[in-house]
């Protein structure tokens, strides 16, 4: 259980430091965000905004490499941090502050959980993945976004039926009344756990999300098989103010 099988949801995983670059400028002591692109698939988005919806009412645990903490967008939303992985809160990956960053867009007065399970690589340990799942649902949030998890294959042969380990460990956070959406996984045509979870039970409250580009409207290459697609592309980041 302690070997990191886990992955971060990705077409550039097992490497250091993939998106700090993109997040924050040390020379310049600049942060950077993205800005709401014009496609058509952030409509939905948009339409909410004009409504007033922030997310004000919406606690979120964000599994993942951790979180940029100086970055204004997230010191402005972060409630706790705890780190599973020994490395500490710190995002040495820039995965998890990227996809909160793209989260914030959404609900940009929603409150952060910062759940660390993966490391500087994207990489992790079931054990974490669990403890960290276990943990968000005692803090009592209302929703769990997990962007990695672990092709499961049993003696080789059979997948998932959704009742690995980690899969429980989500059905039962579910059962609690939690949201949990979870990245499909890095290879077509399957679907990573606990995210597998949600293609066997679509009521089992456990959402499997896949990866489109915004750009072109089609799944993106390296993404598993999801309930629903959620946009990737080419964002621009301008500096924060």
């Known amino acids: 259980m302690d070997e990191k099988r886990v992955e ?24 950077f965000a993205p ?24 606690r979120v645990a964000i599994i993942d490499t951790g979180l940029m903490l100086n970055h204004p967008w997230i010191k402005r939303s972060l409630e706790e941090s705890v780190d599973f992985t020994g490395e500490g809160s710190e995002d040495l990956n820039g995965h998890g502050t990227m996809v ?14 910062n759940v660390k399970t ?5 990489r992790g340990t079931e054990e ?17 976004n997990l962007s990695g998890g672990v092709y499961h294959k049993k003696w080789g042969l059979l997948e998932c039926r959704g009742n690995c380990k980690i899969c429980q460990a989500a059905e039962s956070a579910a059962k609690s009344g939690v949201i949990v959406v979870a990245a499909a996984g890095n290879e077509p045509g399957k679907t990573y756990c606990p995210a597998k979870l949600g293609i066997i039970n679509k009521d089992s409250g456990v959402i499997s999300v896949g990866a489109y580009d915004f750009e072109t409207g089609k799944k993106s290459s390296y993404s598993g098989v999801g309930n629903v697609y ?5 964002y621009r980041f301008v500096p924060v103010k």
Do not use: C
């Not at 250091?16 to 993109?22: R, V």
């Open 118 to 122: 993966m490391d500087a690589k994207g």
């Open 128 to 144: 974490d993945l669990i403890k960290g799942i276990q943990w968000s649902v005692k803090k009592g949030v209302k929703l769990i």
């Open 230 to 234: 959620g946009p990737v592309g080419k």
């Open 8 to 31: 971060i949801l990705d077409e550039i995983y097992d490497k250091k430091g993939t998106y700090l670059d993109q997040l924050y400028d040390p020379i310049a002591n600049k942060y």
């Open 100 to 113: 909160t960053l793209l989260m914030l867009l959404t609900a940009p007065s929603s409150r952060l959980l």
């Open 35 to 58: 800005v709401l692109p014009s496609s058509l698939s952030f409509e939905g988005v948009r339409k909410m905004h004009k409504e007033g919806y922030s997310g004000s009412d919406v």
